[in-house]
């Protein structure tokens, strides 16, 4: 039996009835083991409507961070769900979190209660880019807005280490994300890093990448500073809105095309929507002890199971502990 | 009669050809005035095949620069096409320089022999995202990877004369790019230029915008340093392109939808050239004594015969005076 995973009940666009749904199908589709956290009497009502009262237990807490609040409530409200939620990963009494809530409050009440891993300086959000046959992860996604080139070698650890236990691979290709392949191109952050990237253990790195590089799976790891990897990701998600409707419009003028438009149309916003939620489904709080999964704030049921189910596989593997083992170095005592 | 356009005949992927051809279009179509910078010999006979050769005159260049050759190759050849073509405008033969060659060494030529303007701290990149019905400004694209908030505020002042100039607007509204609309979020940079730019005369700012902005129109004129700005260029690039694919495998897979695919693939195709160009198009290099205009690395004909249309526009209307007007303060001798 795996531990629980502690599911934030309270936060996201469609909390709580979407977030009760996707535990229920957690639990009975997946075989997952999940507690909510949140207001018990709301809680028990969305239960009740899934008939699931008996399998699902409800820790309370009776505050939520509201999606607007940033990091400065994950102070003011000590006793949010998120915050209980990672309480309860920090007793020993789950092995998971996962939020729908808002990003910068998962982010800071994360860091304040579960702590960064000995030997980690900041944790990071790696977020799963739909390239295929596997994913590009991406790091940081927008934990650090600025960092130091030390930092992002430990992004580098991280991703290796995710892309090691949620795929299976041995030496994840790792590559910095910069402006252009030439020497004199650049920032000193990003100089100076590619120094030590080149000469890192354990980490295999393949070079500077390019904003274009993000989804032709030219990297298995993709690193950056919290700044440029947030603006990049957002980037992306406008880019490919724009694509879709640009295109839809196109069909809708287009009369020889519309035999089949209704068709295409169906198709494009399925796909829109796999994209969509796919860009965001998989961002993880890395560095932590513990593992913390941030799913979309607009995520339903199937996105909220989806998000269950990683951060099921991060505990059972332990990226925790694969991570410990990457950046903690012991003090030497004689 | 408009003053001529110095285009450099040997920069871009299909040059000298396309180039040349793009001239013979901008001169017979548009009535601009071309001169052609480069080999003589070579042009000579590219305008054989055009019948043109007593309609566009050819300036000698012995060099030009290859396409992946960086900044320091401006330095190491004083002769090249693009740096002739910067010489006709400083001399006063020519209002304007188009070139299709590597970026980094028009920006690293051009700040070399046409020199900053007075009271602008660095040139930037401008770059025209095809948002509707008008465009929106992206600067700086990649000519400054580091800045200070000084100079983000001059990138708003630069953007405000260019969309007012090319697109006649009265009050172009200036976006600051950053990661969150939250107090505590963003770059040191950002918060600081965010305070400068409240009480900047002459520019109508109005507050933080993300990257999913970019390509909605909600604002006018995006500023942002060169790194991020750049990467946010690629990684659109990237995602219309990836956006693009997926959907044309979709429709190869589906049976039901296969009878219109012919069509649609078409369709799809066009608008994806469409956005690919006008992505680039439009990059001006702003703040130098001259207008140079970059067109893209991969231009044809019609790509370059656009791009001297967008020279003269901005040269005929005098950009680099109405940045003037934004950017110098004259010292008071009393």
């Not at 000193?188 to 799976?217: C, M, P, S, W, Y």
Request: aromatic share 4%; charged share 20%; with cysteine.
């Amino acid at each position: 039996m795996s531990e629980p995973i502690a599911l934030d009940a309270m936060g996201g666009d469609h909390a709580p009835h979407e977030i009760v749904a996707g535990a229920v199908h957690a639990v009975r589709e997946r075989g997952l083991s999940v507690v909510l956290v949140g207001s018990p009497r709301v809680l028990y009502e969305a239960l009740v409507d899934h008939d699931a009262t008996k399998e699902i237990p409800i820790v309370r807490a009776e505050e939520s961070l509201a999606m607007d609040e940033g990091a400065l409530a994950s102070l003011r409200r000590p006793r949010s769900s998120i915050a209980i939620a990672c309480h309860l990963v920090r007793r020993g009494d789950a092995g998971s979190v996962v939020s729908a809530g808002s990003t910068a409050g998962i982010v800071a009440t994360g860091k304040l209660r579960l702590k960064a891993q000995q030997g980690v300086l900041r944790p990071a959000i790696a977020v799963a880019l739909p390239t295929r046959p596997t994913p590009t992860l991406l790091l940081d996604a927008g934990a650090n807005a600025e960092v130091k080139p030390e930092m992002l070698v430990q992004f580098a650890q991280l991703g290796t280490a995710y892309a090691q236990v949620a795929y299976g691979m041995e030496r994840p290709r790792v590559g910095l994300l910069t402006i252009g392949s030439e020497e004199e191109k650049g920032t000193k952050l990003v100089k100076r890093a590619h120094e030590l990237l080149r000469t890192t253990q354990g980490v295999h790195f393949i070079g500077n990448v390019e904003g274009q590089d993000l989804l032709t799976g030219a990297a298995d790891v993709i690193v950056t500073d919290g700044f440029t990897g947030n603006v990049a990701l957002k980037t992306m998600e406008g880019a490919v809105r724009y694509a879709f409707t640009e295109l839809r419009e196109s069909i809708e003028d287009s009369r020889v095309a519309k035999m089949g438009a209704f068709l295409q149309k169906k198709r494009m916003r399925e796909l829109y929507h796999r994209l969509d939620a796919e860009a965001h489904g998989g961002a993880v709080l890395l560095g932590l002890n513990g593992t913390v999964v941030i799913a979309h704030g607009s995520s339903k049921a199937p996105a909220i199971s989806a998000a269950c189910q990683l951060a099921a596989d991060l505990s059972g593997k332990s990226i925790v502990t694969r991570i410990a083992e990457r950046t903690h170095r012991p003090h030497r005592l004689w």
